[in-house]
């Protein structure tokens, strides 16, 4: 499958989401290397909207759940439910049936009901009274949290964080973006965008980028950055092995959406941030220093040598 298809779904949802193209290549890269994302940002960012399009645009079944502390397990997966005119047990599902799922305020909902549906995102399946039962082959799971308020919050673990592909920071654009936003969307509602890819464009196009040839030096390259974060003073956490494989996967989608069959070290490096920022635990000397996650990263990059 030619990667042009999901160039023109990238331009598509930067009409409609304008200014943050660096967030939309992002979030296509962890929808082709099959990875959830959480989107993090003030409220009135587009997050919401930015997934809404997204599986607007790619004809996927979309489900949103709004996240609260009352929100149980049941709520999310279903359960069974009795029948009084079959006089049977009849599953009825609940809103992780779907093929893209959006988790408003993931960090407001208590640890059971993330538990819950951090299973069901690791397994691709839901166990209700003893019964496997599959999800859809693309589901995906796009969650958002709000960075401002911490009050009446249930931060994740590390270890579901470690569940998610990529964190996407959502800031705000900048002026020239602000304003062309105004003049598009300003006097209207958001614009009825025709669907680019299918579901199973969707699909094949993730089987077409697990197939990215990677060179070993390159792979050298990947590994010694994963094992400098585990030495790194700064750092109480560094990245898990499910965190160097889940960098290769985001890799190889990013050169297979730039139309290559091979990864480059500037595919490594694009995906560091969103990839680890989630994942490596600052120690409390370094923050209270002011040192950012994002800054412990970029320095980590810069010292490490390239391979040509």
């Known amino acids: 499958m030619s990667h042009t298809v999901f160039k023109k779904l990238e331009q598509a949802l930067g009409e409609v989401i304008v200014g943050q193209q660096a967030m939309i290549r992002q979030l296509l890269v ?26 607007r645009l790619v004809q996927a079944e979309f489900r949103r759940i709004q996240l609260t502390p009352d929100i149980l397990p049941s709520d999310i997966l279903g359960t069974n439910v009795f029948d009084l005119a ?16 959006l988790a408003d305020e993931v960090n407001r909902t208590p640890p059971k009901t993330q538990a819950a549906l951090l299973e069901a995102m690791e397994e691709r399946q839901v166990t209700l009274d003893g019964e496997s039962l599959p ?45 062309q936003m105004l003049l598009v969307r300003g006097a209207t509602r958001t614009p009825e965008l025709p669907p680019v890819v299918s579901v199973e464009e969707v699909l094949l196009a993730r089987r077409s980028a697990r197939e990215v040839k990677v060179a070993e030096a390159v792979i050298d390259y990947l590994l010694e950055l994963v094992r400098r974060t585990r030495e790194t003073d700064d750092l109480v956490l560094g990245a898990s092995p499910r965190s160097a494989v889940a960098w290769l996967a985001a890799a190889r989608a990013t ?22 920022r989630h994942r490596l635990i600052l120690r409390p000397e370094a923050q209270l220093d002011g040192l950012r996650i994002d800054d412990v990263i970029t320095a980590l990059l810069s010292r490490v040598a390239v391979p040509r």
């Open 135 to 179: 999800l859809s082959e693309l589901f995906w799971v796009a969650a958002t949290q709000n960075s401002l308020e911490f009050e009446g919050t249930y931060p994740l673990p590390e270890a579901q964080l470690d569940r998610f592909l990529f964190k996407l920071v959502v800031d705000y654009p900048d002026r020239a973006a602000e304003k």
């Open 86 to 101: 079959t006089r049977t047990f009849v599953l009825k599902r609940g809103p992780v049936f779907t093929e893209i799922l």
């Open 255 to 276: 050169a297979w959406l730039d139309g290559r069959d091979f990864v480059t070290p500037d595919d490594v490096k694009f995906v560091a941030l969103p990839l680890l």
């Open 30 to 55: 962890a929808l082709l290397a099959g990875g959830h994302v959480i989107l993090e940002g003030v409220p009135g960012t587009g997050k919401t909207l930015t997934v809404r399009v997204l599986a």
